[in-house]
């Protein structure tokens, strides 16, 4: 699998919202491997997508299509400053990924210098299941100089929070600390799906 996180200020959240879904409607049939999406904007106006693919070949062809460089240029009209693009090759899935049944969703965005520990920790889904029922999926798109995108998804916010005053065990709390040191966050409260 292949990920491209793209994020900027966006003060027009519903006309962005249409235009994604004018994309789904029109142009996803023509784009080859494309898998599906998370999105939703900040209370602070950032626009966040999180896109999957099959491969980077597939975002690529996709990319390259005359019709999505239209729609691209209408998306970045509606932005109040430049669009950022992430992508990754380095995808690591958590309980199937996610779920287009979320009630909420966090992006994480951050940086570590051994991706290996921070896939492990992802691995490891049984006892994280157990400690936080709320958390029904998430990916990890890393890049190469070890820059993250962690895409979490949960049951609601309510129930997120309430998980949130768990603390988890000492072990899983060392690792956590370690892989969220310079992270920043970003709360979807009212997050949308795109699906193939």
Known sequence: MFIQVFQGPCSRPEEAHAL??????DLA????????GTFGCTDDGQLIGVVRFESREAAAANSARP??????????ALMDGPLEFHDCDDVT?????????????QIIRGKVDDPARLKAMMADTRSLHEM???IIGASLALEPDGTFTETVA???EAEAREGEKTPPPPEVQRELQYAMA???F?????PWFESA
Request: proline share 4%; charged share 25%; no cysteine.
């Open 154 to 156: 949960f049951t609601s």
């Open 93 to 105: 899935l958590m309980l199937d990924g996610g779920s287009d049944r979320a009630g909420f969703v």
């Open 132 to 134: 936080r029922p709320d």
């Open 182 to 184: 310079s992270a920043t």
């Open 29 to 36: 049939p023509g784009a080859d491997g494309w898998l599906g």
């Open 186 to 190: 970003y709360d979807l409260h009212s």
């Open 20 to 25: 994604l879904d004018e994309w789904r409607r």
């Open 67 to 76: 019709e999505q460089g239209a729609w691209a240029e209408r998306l970045s």
